[in-house]
Protein backbone atom coordinates (compact mmCIF):
# COMPACT_ATOMS: atom_id res chain seq x y z
CA UNK A 1 0.00 0.00 0.00
CA UNK A 2 3.22 2.58 1.11
CA UNK A 3 4.71 1.35 -2.66
CA UNK A 4 1.98 2.47 -4.39
CA UNK A 5 1.21 5.82 -2.20
CA UNK A 6 4.85 6.55 -3.27
CA UNK A 7 3.99 5.22 -6.91
CA UNK A 8 1.19 7.59 -7.49
CA UNK A 9 2.61 10.71 -6.09
CA UNK A 10 5.80 10.61 -7.75
CA UNK A 11 3.61 9.82 -11.00
CA UNK A 12 1.64 13.07 -9.75
CA UNK A 13 5.15 15.18 -9.78
CA UNK A 14 5.65 13.79 -13.01
CA UNK A 15 2.98 14.92 -14.90
CA UNK A 16 2.98 18.47 -12.70
CA UNK A 17 6.85 19.18 -14.00
CA UNK A 18 5.25 18.20 -18.21
CA UNK A 19 2.62 20.49 -17.88
CA UNK A 20 4.65 23.12 -16.85
CA UNK A 21 7.02 22.38 -19.66
CA UNK A 22 4.90 22.86 -22.07
CA UNK A 23 2.61 26.01 -23.54
CA UNK A 24 -1.08 26.00 -23.11
CA UNK A 25 -3.88 28.29 -24.42
CA UNK A 26 -7.31 28.53 -22.60
CA UNK A 27 -10.16 30.38 -23.72
CA UNK A 28 -13.70 31.06 -22.65
CA UNK A 29 -16.79 32.58 -23.57
CA UNK A 30 -18.22 35.03 -21.50
CA UNK A 31 -22.10 34.96 -22.13
CA UNK A 32 -21.69 34.20 -25.87
CA UNK A 33 -25.25 34.02 -26.23
CA UNK A 34 -25.36 38.28 -25.94
CA UNK A 35 -22.21 39.00 -28.08
CA UNK A 36 -22.82 41.74 -30.78
CA UNK A 37 -22.53 39.59 -33.82
CA UNK A 38 -22.63 35.72 -33.59
CA UNK A 39 -24.78 33.67 -36.31
CA UNK A 40 -27.75 33.02 -34.35
CA UNK A 41 -28.14 29.18 -35.24
CA UNK A 42 -26.20 26.95 -32.49
CA UNK A 43 -24.30 24.89 -34.50
CA UNK A 44 -23.01 28.17 -36.93
CA UNK A 45 -22.12 29.78 -33.35
CA UNK A 46 -19.90 26.91 -31.80
CA UNK A 47 -18.03 26.64 -35.33
CA UNK A 48 -17.36 29.98 -35.44
CA UNK A 49 -16.11 29.70 -31.41
CA UNK A 50 -14.24 26.61 -32.06
CA UNK A 51 -12.77 28.08 -35.21
CA UNK A 52 -11.50 31.11 -33.04
CA UNK A 53 -10.16 28.89 -30.36
CA UNK A 54 -7.72 27.02 -32.44
CA UNK A 55 -6.18 29.99 -33.92
CA UNK A 56 -5.47 31.49 -30.14
CA UNK A 57 -4.29 27.29 -29.64
CA UNK A 58 -2.12 27.95 -32.78
CA UNK A 59 -0.72 31.15 -31.83
CA UNK A 60 0.14 30.05 -28.53
CA UNK A 61 2.47 26.85 -29.96
CA UNK A 62 4.66 29.37 -30.21
CA UNK A 63 4.74 30.47 -26.75
CA UNK A 64 8.40 29.97 -24.59
CA UNK A 65 8.31 26.73 -22.30
CA UNK A 66 6.78 27.33 -19.09
CA UNK A 67 4.21 30.24 -20.88
CA UNK A 68 0.38 29.50 -20.93
CA UNK A 69 -2.25 32.14 -21.85
CA UNK A 70 -5.91 32.97 -20.06
CA UNK A 71 -8.16 34.01 -22.72
CA UNK A 72 -11.41 35.39 -21.86
CA UNK A 73 -13.38 36.36 -25.09
CA UNK A 74 -16.43 39.05 -24.13
CA UNK A 75 -17.35 40.03 -27.10
CA UNK A 76 -17.18 39.31 -30.83
CA UNK A 77 -18.52 41.43 -33.68
CA UNK A 78 -17.72 39.45 -37.35
CA UNK A 79 -16.62 40.89 -40.07
CA UNK A 80 -19.47 41.79 -42.53
CA UNK A 81 -23.23 41.87 -41.78
CA UNK A 82 -25.40 38.70 -42.70
CA UNK A 83 -28.46 39.09 -44.00
CA UNK A 84 -31.30 36.25 -44.89
CA UNK A 85 -30.95 33.97 -47.83
CA UNK A 86 -33.99 33.26 -49.25
CA UNK A 87 -32.65 29.68 -51.13
CA UNK A 88 -30.07 29.10 -48.82
CA UNK A 89 -31.74 28.37 -45.68
CA UNK A 90 -29.34 30.16 -43.78
CA UNK A 91 -27.86 34.17 -43.68
CA UNK A 92 -25.55 35.23 -46.22
CA UNK A 93 -22.40 37.28 -44.84
CA UNK A 94 -22.05 40.63 -46.56
CA UNK A 95 -18.47 42.46 -46.48
CA UNK A 96 -18.74 45.90 -47.64
CA UNK A 97 -16.25 47.59 -46.21
CA UNK A 98 -18.56 50.49 -44.32
CA UNK A 99 -18.96 50.29 -40.61
CA UNK A 100 -18.77 46.22 -40.61
CA UNK A 101 -15.36 46.03 -39.54
CA UNK A 102 -14.02 42.22 -37.06
CA UNK A 103 -14.08 43.56 -33.38
CA UNK A 104 -13.84 41.78 -30.11
CA UNK A 105 -13.31 42.51 -26.66
CA UNK A 106 -11.36 39.87 -24.24
CA UNK A 107 -9.15 39.90 -21.69
CA UNK A 108 -6.38 37.90 -21.22
CA UNK A 109 -3.04 36.41 -18.37
CA UNK A 110 -0.21 35.68 -19.72
CA UNK A 111 1.86 32.90 -16.85
CA UNK A 112 5.10 32.13 -16.71
CA UNK A 113 5.54 29.41 -14.46
CA UNK A 114 2.32 30.18 -12.76
CA UNK A 115 3.12 33.77 -12.33
CA UNK A 116 1.35 36.24 -14.50
CA UNK A 117 3.78 38.28 -15.83
CA UNK A 118 1.03 40.26 -18.20
CA UNK A 119 -2.65 40.58 -18.12
CA UNK A 120 -4.80 43.32 -19.75
CA UNK A 121 -8.30 44.02 -21.25
CA UNK A 122 -8.54 44.90 -25.31
CA UNK A 123 -10.92 46.03 -27.86
CA UNK A 124 -9.67 44.59 -31.25
CA UNK A 125 -10.57 46.31 -34.35
CA UNK A 126 -9.60 46.45 -37.97
CA UNK A 127 -11.19 48.93 -39.64
CA UNK A 128 -8.99 48.68 -42.94
CA UNK A 129 -9.78 44.80 -43.16
CA UNK A 130 -10.75 45.10 -46.47
CA UNK A 131 -8.20 47.40 -47.87
CA UNK A 132 -5.10 45.47 -46.71
CA UNK A 133 -3.08 42.31 -47.28
CA UNK A 134 -4.31 39.13 -45.51
CA UNK A 135 -2.52 36.10 -45.04
CA UNK A 136 -5.06 33.75 -45.23
CA UNK A 137 -7.05 32.53 -48.49
CA UNK A 138 -10.09 34.04 -49.48
CA UNK A 139 -12.21 31.27 -48.35
CA UNK A 140 -10.76 30.58 -45.34
CA UNK A 141 -13.35 31.18 -42.71
CA UNK A 142 -12.85 34.17 -40.03
CA UNK A 143 -9.88 35.12 -42.22
CA UNK A 144 -10.26 38.89 -41.34
CA UNK A 145 -11.12 37.80 -37.71
CA UNK A 146 -7.67 35.71 -37.61
CA UNK A 147 -6.19 38.33 -39.10
CA UNK A 148 -6.88 40.87 -36.62
CA UNK A 149 -5.81 38.45 -33.44
CA UNK A 150 -2.16 37.96 -35.55
CA UNK A 151 -1.87 41.87 -35.41
CA UNK A 152 -2.72 42.29 -31.93
CA UNK A 153 -0.97 39.09 -30.58
CA UNK A 154 2.42 40.42 -32.18
CA UNK A 155 2.24 43.52 -30.41
CA UNK A 156 0.97 42.40 -27.31
CA UNK A 157 2.48 38.47 -26.54
CA UNK A 158 5.28 37.80 -29.08
CA UNK A 159 5.97 37.05 -32.86
CA UNK A 160 3.40 35.00 -34.70
CA UNK A 161 5.19 32.32 -36.71
CA UNK A 162 4.01 31.89 -40.16
Known amino acids: MKTLVCQ ?4 GLFLLAAGGASAGVTVTYNQPENFADLPFTTWERED ?9 DKLGKALPPGQDIRIEVLDIDLAGREYPARSAGREIRVLRGHADWPRMHL ?10 IKSGEEQLSDMAYLDRTNRYFEGEQLRYEKQMINDWWGKTIGPVKR
Open 8 to 11: LTLA
Open 48 to 56: VMKGISEHF
Open 107 to 116: RYWLEQDGRV
